[in-house]
């Protein structure tokens, strides 16, 4: 595209608009650079704008845009307001498994350390009565689990 333009473009955006070209303007844009590059613009706008009046409907109201967007923006506070609760929960229910994880370890060190030769049931007992923790560990983990599990999702 040229620099420089011609006086004559005015003219010929003129002619493109009302579709009424003089034969001395086609001449003239034969010849001259600028006009021509003019009138392939002017054309591609006006069609352009012909397709831009066939769509259907109006735009919607502009303060409609302004206040769904302003919904959207308060609906989405409360998700961001829980993030906080979210992270504490998952650092409590780390937390909890890594205490509870120590229980076993702890059960199996005292059972290693009892080994009779004689294993009868009251003797077993006994270990469970001295250590209750570890037999409540396992419906303990798995109840925690499940809220753990539910509470999450429903955050």
């Not at 333009?5 to 003089?22: F, G, I, L, M, Y």
């Not at 003019?38 to 302004?66: K, Q």
């Amino acid at each position: 595209m040229n620099a420089e333009s011609c006086p004559k473009s005015e003219v010929v955006v003129q002619a493109v608009r009302s579709n009424d070209w003089p034969d001395s303007l086609r001449i003239h844009i034969e010849r001259c650079e600028s006009c021509r590059e003019t009138s392939r613009v002017a054309s591609w706008m006006a069609r352009m704008a012909a397709s831009l009046e066939s769509i259907p409907g109006e735009l919607p109201d502009p303060e409609l845009i302004w206040l769904k967007a302003k919904i959207n923006k308060r609906s989405q506070l409360p998700t961001r307001a829980l993030l906080p609760l979210k992270a504490g929960n998952l650092f409590g229910a780390a937390g909890l498994s890594l205490l509870l994880a120590t229980v076993p370890t702890s059960a199996w060190g005292r059972f290693q350390a009892w080994q009779p030769i004689e294993r009868s049931i009251t003797q077993l007992q006994e270990l469970l009565v001295a250590a209750p923790a570890t037999f409540w560990w396992i419906p303990l983990a798995a109840v925690l689990l499940f809220l753990f599990v539910f509470t999450t999702s429903e955050v």
